[in-house]
C-alpha cells in the first residue's frame, strides 16, 4: 500500500451572513445571520474540533463588493460578504472552549503597520497557546482604499513589493527583538524581564519604518503560521519565499495539480523543501447518508443562490463588472487590478465560462471542486483530488449552516477514519508542531524569517 500523507481539513469561514455562496443565509435551517454573536463562532468551534478539523480559516475582505452595476446596493441586499466583521476579535473566545483546533486568521497588512500588527499577533499566539496562524493578503478592492483615504489600491504587483517589506519588519519583531531568555519573572530581585536581551528593531523600508522594541515577549510559535492565497505569478514567488501553507482555487484536477505545482517549484527555488508547504484546495462539499439525499440538498441550497450577490462577488473578485451580461453570456479576458488566478480560470477554460454557470454549484461558480454524494462517494472523490494533484487538503466552504459542517464531521470525517486517511486524535503542541510533525513550535532554520533572529551567543575561546 502506498503511503499517503495525512489529509488536512480546514472548515473554511468568514464573519459576514454569506461567504462564498450569496444568500444562503436565507435557507429556513441555516443561521449565519447570527455570525455577529460570539456563541455561533463558539459553537463553530466545538463542532470543528470534535471532527478533529486542522483548523478554522477565516476568511475577510477589506471593503465592499461595488464592481458590479457601479456600487455596492447587490452585495448588501444580497448579504454577500457584507456586512462583515473582524475576523480576529472571536479567535480568543473560541480559542478558550477548544485545546487544539488551530485558526488561520486572514489579516490584509496594506492598511496595518508592522509595529502594532506584530503585538496583536504575539497576543493571540499567547492566548491561544501557539495555535495561531496568519492568512497573509494585501487586499484588492478600491472600496476598501478609498475608506483608507486613498483613491484606488496599489497597483497589483507593488501590493507583493509592499508586502515584502513588511514581512522584513515584522519577522525582525518577532524574532529578532527578545531573546528567549529576556524574561525571567524574578520576584526576589524585582525584575521581569532583562533589559539588555530586548533589542530595538530598526527597519527603514521603502514601505514601512519602525524603530522600537517589540512590546510582546515571545510567544509559543513567536511567528504563527504563515498561510497566503495568491496564486498570480507574483503571488506563488511570495507564497515560495514564505508560506507555510497556501490556499488554492482550481476547479479541474489538471489545474488545481499546475497550482499546486507552481507553489512547491517557487519554494524550491527559494531553497525551501516543496514539501514544507502544505497546500489547501478550496472545495464545496455536500454530503448526506445516501447519493441521493445528497443530491437533493444540492438542489434545495440551490434555490436560495442569490443571483445579483453571486454575481457581485464574481464581479469583485475579478475585477470586471458582469452587470451587463446575460445568462448565457460568455466571460472575456481582461487585465484588472484584482485576484488574477481567478480571472484566469474563468476566462481561459478550455470551455466558455457563461454568466449562469457562476450561479450554480458547479466548479466554475465554486472556482474550485463541488463534491456531492454519500460519505463514500465524497471521500473517494476528495481522496482521488489527493492522488492527482498532490495537495495536502481542503478548505471545506460553507454552504448552509451548521448543517454542512455537521455533516462533514459526523459522516465524512468518520469515512476517511476507517480508510487511514485522516486522524483520530490531536497531537500535542502548537499549530505549527500539529502541521509539521517533529518540526518544533517555531519557523524552521530554512524558513528566511528565521534569519532576523539575532546570532547565537558564542561560548569561551
Known amino acids: 500500500m502506498t503511503t499517503r500523507r495525512e489529509l488536512r481539513l480546514n ?50 475582505v477589506f471593503g465592499l463588493y461595488d464592481v458590479y452595476a457601479g456600487n455596492g446596493d447587490a452585495a448588501l441586499a444580497a ?9 480576529v476579535l472571536a479567535v480568543s473566545a473560541m480559542a478558550h472552549v477548544t485545546r487544539h483546533l488551530g485558526f488561520g486568521i486572514t489579516q490584509n497588512l496594506t492598511y ?41 489600491s496599489r497597483d497589483h504587483d507593488e501590493r507583493y513589493e509592499a508586502a515584502e517589506d513588511f514581512m522584513a519588519a515584522v519577522y525582525k519583531l518577532w524574532e529578532g527583538s527578545w531573546e528567549d531568555d529576556a524574561v525571567v519573572r ?3 530581585a524585582g525584575v521581569f524581564t532583562r533589559p539588555d536581551k530586548v533589542h530595538r528593531i530598526v527597519h527603514d523600508g521603502p514601505y514601512y519604518k519602525v524603530d522600537a522594541r517589540h512590546l510582546s515577549e515571545p510567544s509559543p510559535q513567536r511567528t504563527p503560521v504563515l ?4 496564486t498570480s505569478d507574483r503571488g506563488v514567488r511570495f507564497a515560495g519565499c514564505h508560506a507555510e501553507s497556501v490556499f488554492l482555487n482550481g476547479p479541474t484536477k489538471p489545474a488545481a495539480a499546475t497550482a499546486v505545482r507552481r507553489v512547491r517549484d517557487a519554494a524550491r527555488e527559494a531553497g525551501r523543501d516543496p514539501y514544507d508547504v502544505l497546500t489547501f484546495l478550496g472545495a464545496t462539499v455536500i454530503v448526506a447518508p445516501t447519493s441521493a ?55 481561459r477554460a478550455a470551455r466558455p465560462t457563461l454568466v449562469r454557470d457562476l450561479l450554480e454549484f458547479t466548479p466554475a461558480g465554486a472556482r474550485a471542486p463541488v463534491v456531492v454524494g454519500s460519505p463514500v462517494e465524497v471521500a473517494d472523490e476528495l481522496l482521488s483530488w489527493v492522488t492527482e494533484t498532490d495537495v495536502d487538503g481542503f478548505n471545506l466552504v460553507r454552504t448552509v449552516m451548521p448543517e454542512s459542517l455537521d455533516a462533514v464531521v459526523d459522516l465524512l470525517v468518520p469515512e476517511l477514519q476507517s480508510r487511514g486517511a485522516f486522524k483520530t486524535a490531536y497531537r500535542q503542541g502548537t499549530l505549527r508542531e500539529k502541521l509539521f510533525p517533529a518540526r518544533g513550535a517555531r519557523l524552521p532554520d530554512s524558513h528566511p524569517g528565521a534569519g532576523f ?9
Open 186 to 188: 524574578d520576584r526576589a
Open 112 to 152: 496595518d503597520h508592522p509595529f502594532q500588527f506584530a503585538r496583536r499577533f504575539t497576543t493571540l499566539d499567547h492566548l491561544t497557546d501557539g495555535r495561531l496562524g496568519w492568512n497573509i493578503v494585501t487586499g484588492y478592492l478600491d472600496s476598501g482604499a478609498r475608506g483608507m483615504g486613498l483613491a484606488v
Open 11 to 60: 472548515a473554511f469561514q468568514m464573519a459576514a451572513p454569506s461567504h462564498n455562496w450569496a444568500g444562503l443565509w436565507r435557507h429556513p435551517r441555516d443561521n449565519q445571520a447570527d455570525y455577529a454573536k460570539l456563541s455561533w463562532w463558539t459553537d463553530l468551534a466545538r463542532t470543528a474540533e470534535r471532527g478533529f478539523l486542522d483548523g478554522l480559516f477565516i476568511a475577510d
Open 453 to 461: 533572529r539575532p546570532p547565537a551567543p558564542r561560548g569561551d575561546a
Open 79 to 87: 448579504g454577500a460578504q457584507a456586512p462583515n466583521a473582524d475576523p
Open 227 to 230: 498561510y497566503q492565497a495568491g
Open 293 to 347: 439525499e445528497a443530491r437533493d440538498l444540492r438542489d434545495e441550497y440551490r434555490a436560495y443562490i442569490d443571483a445579483a450577490g453571486q454575481l457581485a462577488l464574481v464581479s469583485g473578485w475579478t475585477g470586471i463588472d458582469l452587470s451587463g451580461l446575460s445568462l448565457d453570456d460568455a466571460l472575456s479576458f481582461a487585465r484588472t487590478n484584482a485576484i488574477r488566478s481567478t480571472v484566469e480560470s474563468l476566462t
